[in-house]
C-alpha cells in the first residue's frame, strides 16, 4: 500500500549494515493466506498477462511478463527504461503489465495464487518473507550470488526469508520524512523544528498566515500509517512499535493510547478534508504553497518534477520528523525498500533470474534513480554523480539512522493492515476523541486475526 540504486569519493554510501541491518523488518514464519474475495473484473487486470501455468519454477529461456504496480507516470516511465535496456542487452523478450498501485497490493494474494506474471514487483522484509513462506514466490538464491557483492549485509537480510534463501532483490529505497518548500520558510521565518512543541509553535504560526500547517491526505487508506509509525516510534521506540505490529502488546495500552492522545492534539494542524484527498492530490497544496509541511515518503518529489522549470524540486526539503521522548529521539524512520521477486510458478526462471540479475545491477538502479528524483539506489557501485541535493540528504539520513522500519502495512500481516489498521486509523481521522472504542475493536480484531 504503501510506494515505490560504485560510490566514488564525495558520494554519499549506501545506508550501512549496522544502520540497516536485521532490524529492517519484523521476523515472520506465519503461512496464513490473506483473506477477502477480491471482484473478478479487478483480479482480471492482475491475472491476463500471467506467465506462469506450471506447478513447479522451470528454468526456460522463453519471453517472459513482468508485473508493476507502479502506474503513476513517472515511475512506470522509470521501469519501461529499465525493461527496455534489459531486451536490448540480452536479446528477451519482457511485457510489461501495469496495475493501479492500491488494486495491485490488495488483490496480491489471489494475483499470486491464479496464474501471476514471472516476475513481479513487491517490497523486502515481512512481506517478501509472507509469500516466500507460503511457497508462492521463487527461489532465487542463485541471482544473489550473482549480484550479492554489490549490496550490503542488511539489504540481502531484507531479501533472504525463512528459510536462509533469497526471495527479493532490492531496487530502491526512500525515507519517510516532514517536506516543505524551502521559500516558504526562508519568507515566513521559520526555523526547523527539534522538537514536537517547537512543531507546533510552527504549525500555530502557519495557521495565522493562512497555511494549512500540515498537509493531509489518506483517501487510500494508507498514508495515516506512516503517521502512527512515526508518532509511535518517537513515544514508545522501535522495539515496542515492531512487536506491536507483529501481535505481540495490546493496542489498548497506554503506550499506544498516548499515541493517538498525541495525534489527536495535532489534528487541529492537519488539512482539512483529508479522507477525501489522495497523495498525489494532498502534494499540489505544499506544490502550490497552500500547505506548509507534509509528512510523506519521498516519492513525494514525483509531484515536484519538471514543474516551475525544475526551481520547485531544488526547492524542496525535508526534516526527520523532531524527537517527542527524549529516551528515543529521532532514532528511527520509516524507509521502505521496493523491489522484485519472482513467481513460483514461471516455467521460464532462466529468463525471470537473468531480468533480476538486472534489475539488480547498478546501472539498472541508476537508471531508475535518475528518472525518479523521489528514490535513492542501494546498491555499493552505482553512480551517484546525478543524485539530486534530496537524494544525497536521504541517503545520508537513513544512513544514519540507528533503526530502519519499512512502513506499517510491510511490518505487520497483510490482512490486519488492510482490513484492520485502514478502516480503524480512517475512523480516527474522521472522530478524534472515539480513541478508546477504535483501540478497542483493533485489539480485538488483532486478537482474532493472529491467533486465530
Known amino acids: 500500500m504503501a510506494h515505490h540504486p560504485s560510490r566514488m569519493p564525495g558520494r554519499m554510501s549506501p545506508p550501512s549494515p549496522s544502520s540497516l541491518g536485521s532490524r529492517l523488518a519484523v521476523p515472520v514464519n506465519r503461512r496464513t493466506v490473506l483473506g477477502g474475495a477480491m471482484g473478478l473484473s479487478a483480479l482480471a487486470a492482475l491475472t491476463a498477462c500471467g506467465g506462469g501455468g506450471g506447478a513447479s519454477t522451470s528454468a526456460g529461456t522463453g519471453d517472459?511478463?513482468?508485473?508493476?504496480?507502479?502506474?503513476?507516470?513517472?515511475?512506470?516511465?522509470?521501469?519501461?527504461?529499465?525493461?527496455?535496456?534489459?531486451?536490448?542487452?540480452?536479446?528477451?523478450?519482457?511485457?510489461i503489465n501495469t496495475v493501479d498501485h492500491n488494486t495491485f497490493q490488495e488483490q496480491i494474494n489471489s494475483y499470486l495464487q491464479g496464474d501471476p506474471d514471472d516476475v513481479f514487483t513487491w517490497f523486502a522484509g515481512y512481506r517478501m518473507r509472507f509469500f516466500a513462506d507460503q511457497g508462492l514466490a521463487g527461489d532465487i538464491s542463485s541471482v544473489w550470488d550473482e549480484i550479492g557483492p554489490n549490496f550490503s549485509e542488511s539489504f540481502k537480510a531484507a531479501s533472504t526469508a525463512s528459510d536462509g534463501?533469497?526471495?527479493?532483490?532490492?531496487?530502491?529505497?526512500?525515507?519517510?520524512?516532514?517536506?516543505?518548500?524551502?521559500?516558504?520558510?526562508?519568507?515566513?521565518?521559520?526555523?526547523?523544528?527539534?522538537?514536537?512543541?517547537?512543531?507546533?509553535?510552527?504549525?500555530?504560526d502557519m495557521l495565522k498566515e493562512g497555511l494549512a500547517p500540515i498537509a493531509f491526505g489518506d483517501k487510500d487508506g494508507w498514508p495515516a500509517m506512516g503517521t502512527f509509525d512515526i508518532l509511535n516510534m518517537r513515544i514508545n521506540g522501535y522495539d515496542f512499535h515492531t512487536k506491536l505490529l507483529a501481535g505481540d502488546g495490546s493496542w489498548e495500552s497506554?503506550?499506544?493510547k498516548e499515541v493517538f492522545?498525541?495525534?489527536?492534539?495535532?489534528?487541529?494542524?492537519?488539512?482539512?478534508?483529508?479522507?477525501?484527498?489522495?497523495w498525489q492530490e494532498t502534494a499540489q497544496s505544499l506544490l502550490q504553497k497552500k500547505s506548509g509541511m507534509y509528512l510523506l515518503g519521498m516519492f513525494v518529489s514525483q509531484q515536484f518534477q519538471d514543474v516551475e522549470g525544475g526551481d520547485a524540486l531544488k526547492d524542496l526539503d525535508f526534516?526527520?520528523?523532531?524527537?517527542?521522548?527524549?529516551?528515543?529521539?529521532?532514532?528511527?524512520?520509516?524507509?521502505?525498500?521496493?523491489?522484485?521477486?519472482?513467481?513460483?510458478?514461471?516455467?521460464?526462471?532462466?529468463?525471470?533470474?537473468?531480468?533480476?540479475?538486472?534489475?539488480?545491477?547498478?546501472?539498472?538502479?541508476?537508471?531508475?534513480?535518475?528518472?525518479?528524483?523521489?528514490?535513492?539506489?542501494?546498491?555499493?557501485?552505482?553512480?551517484?554523480?546525478?543524485?539530486?541535493?534530496?537524494?544525497?540528504?536521504?541517503?545520508?539520513?537513513?544512513?544514519?539512522?540507528?533503526n530502519i522500519a519499512q512502513f506499517m502495512d510491510r511490518d505487520t500481516r497483510p490482512d490486519f493492515a488492510s482490513t484492520v489498521m485502514i478502516p480503524s486509523l480512517q475512523a480516527f481521522v474522521k472522530n478524534p476523541k472515539d480513541i478508546n472504542n477504535i483501540l478497542g475493536n483493533i485489539e480485538a480484531q488483532k486478537q482474532a486475526i493472529f491467533t486465530g
Open 319 to 402: 526534516f526527520t520528523f523532531p524527537e517527542i521522548n527524549p529516551e528515543f529521539g529521532t532514532d528511527s524512520i520509516d524507509a521502505p525498500i521496493d523491489g522484485f521477486m519472482m513467481s513460483a510458478q514461471t516455467q521460464n526462471a532462466g529468463t525471470a533470474k537473468d531480468l533480476l540479475a538486472y534489475l539488480g545491477s547498478a546501472k539498472a538502479e541508476k537508471i531508475n534513480a535518475d528518472a525518479d528524483k523521489g528514490l535513492v539506489g542501494p546498491a555499493n557501485d552505482m553512480d551517484t554523480s546525478g543524485y539530486t541535493a534530496l537524494q544525497k540528504k536521504a541517503a545520508k539520513v537513513v544512513g544514519e539512522a540507528k
Open 165 to 204: 534463501k533469497q526471495y527479493f532483490v532490492p531496487l530502491s529505497y526512500y525515507p519517510w520524512a516532514v517536506f516543505y518548500r524551502k521559500s516558504v520558510f526562508e519568507d515566513k521565518g521559520y526555523q526547523v523544528p527539534t522538537t514536537l512543541d517547537e512543531m507546533t509553535e510552527i504549525s500555530e
Open 261 to 278: 492522545n498525541t495525534w489527536a492534539k495535532l489534528m487541529p494542524y492537519h488539512q482539512k478534508g483529508g479522507l477525501g484527498r489522495n
Open 64 to 95: 517472459i511478463t513482468f508485473g508493476s504496480n507502479q502506474s503513476d507516470a513517472v515511475p512506470k516511465g522509470a521501469y519501461q527504461k529499465i525493461v527496455d535496456e534489459f531486451m536490448k542487452e540480452s536479446g528477451s523478450k519482457v511485457s
Open 254 to 256: 497506554d503506550e499506544v
